[in-house]
């Protein structure tokens, strides 16, 4: 479901993504706690794109805590994880994630003569 984690367009020339979530429940035990954090994807030698060995921001919130809306500022172009891991209070964990391309310098001119 898109709505477990939601950053908005998939491609933006915009720096700045909205993240939010909804639609976590654990009747038994109960959420704790929401972490969310971003890796700037890499390429590797084999020309796979993988998440970077330390994220660019991870930010953990309570479940209580007020509304799950958080801006995060890109700085540098490129393709972004964002991942949401949800921890309930007996310390079980599931995972959403999202992939952005920010691209801010690139352009696209149209000639009208072709």
């Given at each position: 479901?898109?709505?477990?984690?939601?950053?908005?367009?998939?491609?933006?020339?915009?720096?700045?993504?909205?993240?939010?979530?909804?639609?976590?429940?654990?009747?038994?035990?109960?959420?704790?706690?929401?972490?969310?954090?971003?890796?700037?994807l890499?390429?590797?030698?084999?020309?796979?794109?993988?998440?970077?060995?330390?994220?660019?921001?991870?930010?953990?919130?309570?479940?209580?805590?007020?509304?799950?809306?958080?801006?995060?500022?890109?700085?540098?172009?490129g393709?972004?994880?964002?991942?949401?891991?949800?921890?309930?209070?007996?310390?079980?964990?599931?995972?959403?994630?999202?992939?952005?391309?920010?691209?801010?310098?690139?352009?696209?001119?149209t000639?009208?003569?072709?």
């Open positions: 479901d898109d709505a477990m984690l939601d950053i908005g367009s998939s491609v933006t020339d915009r720096g700045y993504l909205v993240i939010r979530w909804s639609g976590w429940e654990d009747e038994v035990a109960g959420i704790r706690s929401y972490q969310y954090s971003i890796y700037k890499v390429r590797t030698g084999d020309n796979i794109l993988t998440e970077a060995s330390q994220p660019i921001v991870t930010e953990e919130h309570p479940a209580d805590s007020t509304g799950p809306e958080l801006p995060v500022h890109l700085d540098e172009p393709v972004y994880s964002v991942i949401l891991t949800v921890t309930d209070r007996a310390g079980n964990s599931r995972k959403a994630r999202r992939i952005v391309l920010f691209d801010h310098i690139s352009s696209i001119d000639n009208a003569t072709h």
